[in-house]
């Protein structure tokens, strides 16, 4: 393919094609600036959003670790009243015995 230089630097000298470049360049860089404005608030609006997600998430840990306490103080309060039950049973149950031996004594 053979360019007619002729034509082509006739093109390029107008004026008013240099004009209509710089404005199309000049929109191009405005709209880029937009671009990365926007991205930016988006990245800091992201960030807003990690952040609230970080204190959330260390709000349920806590919660977690708190009611975890709570169920293992309340496993350890059941099996205390569990021996103190048995305690109780083993020790009516020898009551029982020594006074069934009397009764049977008796007869």
Known sequence: M???LD???NFVNLPSLEGTVADLIKKQIDRVGLEKSSLMLKCRSIEDKMGLLNKQLEASEKYKSEYLKRYEDAINDKKKLADD???????????CSSLEERCSSLS
């Open 7 to 9: 034509l082509l630097s």
């Open 2 to 4: 053979v360019l007619n």
């Open 85 to 95: 039950y048995m305690s109780r049973i083993t020790n009516l149950q020898s009551k």
